[in-house]
């Protein structure tokens, strides 16, 4: 049977994008590929026109693209198209602007978008977002630059879509309303409220009738019990990390996980833990933890002053990338670091919460997770098997350079750029902004134009994807990025360089060096614009 594949293209080093010609295409390579997985695939999204397959090594995506064009993928299965109803009060900030961009006024955007049911073709971007289609009438392109904060339950159009934002987060979509409808509570047997293949129907309201207890916070709150850490001073930002959630892109989660793994990797290894035991992730210092009993700690990743007190009248400074003990009543305080941005404390035995998806890493996008640590948040630490070791001390990492040079590959899609403006783009430097955070770094510089018009259909991304809004100043994407996006990728991060883009902060320089990947008989890295 001849293949329904129209290309394959690189995404990064571990992950490739299937180009297909129809949504019903998709779906059926979507559901062949999640029957039936690919040798080393650990996750899934199926968009709009493609479908990306990401894999656990480098190794296993370069042997996908021969494999993918074998497949019979041509059986489905039906869809569930039960209907969902959503009230919306139309009153969203971009109503106005939707209204003259289609010459329908307030009053016929709001009777073509409550016409009749749109069908939730895919989910992506976040938890519980559902990506419908329905009334051609309601084209409209994405803002030119997305709001930082979209609040949750907005619903928006872009594109040839419509969708309800789960929670608060990132967007560039047009807001025409909000409900109060919970489109993603892990109360649920199926936490999302809108799956693909149902039918959705939009209903005009004035206001929303309170219901108490509709909503349920995706924050774990710390164990009940007698603690064994307690945070004095959580410093800018503290979370607990571990490796992350793959494999549930699907269900639009993203891996999470800490931004810096080597870091974390070593922190677990000299405090004598196996790699995915948890840890918290330290954002610029300031943190103060108490020990309520005697524990072996580790701090690794960036350069930070650590400091003990408590007993002793005068307080000792103990060095990183070593284990050391920290006695009954002591504190630990990380300084304000010399170079870096994110430290990792690890604790033998690991920090005990509770997991959610299968990871007790907090997903500042999603909102899974343990919340941030809080003063006075207190935390148990799980049991250490006496089989444990702890390690020996480790050089320290080298500081970044000046300018950090990151290894990328070029696309998905580096045709929508001039062979010009991809040289202006690897020739230049990019500085870090103080917009950056977990979810991705926002960075300044020479913008960058595309060379065609028009809208890219939403599609799977990846963490290290560099992504250009039309503003054209590139984001580059991090841990807890969207799973889905609509601005064109130009090119991806290598999967070994993420640890230094974690240790980025504002006004750190970078430079974007392009690689090849090795060559396989049926997937080659294209160069710039080959598509």
Do not use: C
Request: net charge negative; no cysteine.
């Amino acid at each position: 049977m001849p293949s329904i594949i129209r290309s394959i293209r690189p995404v990064g080093d571990r992950s490739v994008l299937v180009q297909l010609a129809t949504l019903s295409e998709v779906l059926s390579l979507y559901e062949t590929l999640a029957e039936h997985p690919l040798e080393g695939q650990v996750d899934l999204v199926a968009a709009a026109e493609t479908v990306l397959v990401s894999a656990n090594t480098a190794a296993a995506a370069q042997r996908m693209p021969a494999v993918l064009r074998a497949l019979d993928a041509s059986v489905t299965s039906a869809a569930d198209d039960t209907l969902v109803t959503i009230d919306v009060v139309y009153d969203g900030e971009d109503l106005d602007e939707v209204a003259e961009l289609t010459g329908l006024g307030r009053e016929g955007v709001i009777a073509a978008h409550t016409a009749g049911p749109w069908t939730a073709a895919f989910g992506g971007f976040a938890p519980g977002f559902a990506y419908l289609v329905g009334d051609n009438q309601l084209l409209v392109p994405r803002r030119t630059t997305p709001r930082h904060i979209v609040p949750a339950g907005s619903v928006a159009l872009a594109d040839s879509y419509s969708a309800v934002y789960p929670r608060v987060s990132p967007g560039g979509w047009q807001l025409i309303g909000r409900t109060d409808s919970v489109m993603w509570s892990l109360d649920r047997d199926q936490p999302a409220l809108v799956q693909p293949g149902n039918r959705v129907q939009f209903r005009a309201v004035r206001e929303f009738v309170s219901a108490a207890g509709r909503v349920r916070s995706e924050a774990v709150t710390e164990p009940v019990g007698v603690a064994d850490v307690r945070v004095v001073q959580p410093g800018l930002q503290t979370t607990v990390q571990d490796l992350g959630r793959a494999g549930l892109a699907n269900m639009g989660v993203a891996g999470a996980g800490a931004l810096d793994r080597g870091a974390l990797r070593r922190a677990n290894r000299l405090a004598g833990n196996p790699a995915s035991a948890a840890v918290l992730e330290n954002t610029l210092g300031g943190l103060v933890l108490e020990a309520r009993s005697d524990h072996v700690f580790a701090v690794t990743g960036a350069g930070v002053p650590v400091e003990i007190s408590g007993i002793a009248p005068v307080p000792r400074r103990v060095p990183t990338d070593a284990p050391f003990a920290l006695k009954t009543g002591e504190r630990l305080t990380l300084g304000a670091p010399e170079w870096g941005v994110r430290s990792y404390v690890a604790v033998r035995g690991g920090f005990d919460v509770p997991p959610v998806l299968g990871s007790r890493s907090t997903d500042s996008m999603s909102g899974l997770g343990p919340a941030p640590l809080q003063v006075d948040t207190e935390l148990r630490v799980a049991f250490a098997p006496p089989t444990s070791v702890v390690g020996a001390p480790e050089p320290t990492p080298a500081p970044p350079s000046e300018v950090t040079e990151l290894r990328f590959v070029f696309g998905p899609r580096d045709d929508w750029f001039s062979p010009r403006t991809l040289a202006d783009f690897t020739d230049g430097t990019y500085t870090v902004t103080a917009q950056s955070n977990r979810i991705g770094l926002r960075l300044d510089g020479a913008a960058l134009t595309r060379s065609r018009d028009g809208e890219l259909p939403s599609e799977g991304t990846v963490s290290g994807a560099i992504q250009l809004p039309v503003s054209g100043l590139p984001v580059l994407f991090l841990a807890d990025h969207p799973v889905t996006g609509g601005y064109p990728v130009l090119g991806v991060v290598l999967h070994a360089d993420l640890d230094l883009a974690a240790q980025l902060g504002t006004g750190a320089r970078i430079r974007f060096v392009p690689v090849m990947l090795p060559a396989t008989a049926e997937s080659a890295t294209p160069t710039p614009n080959e598509s």
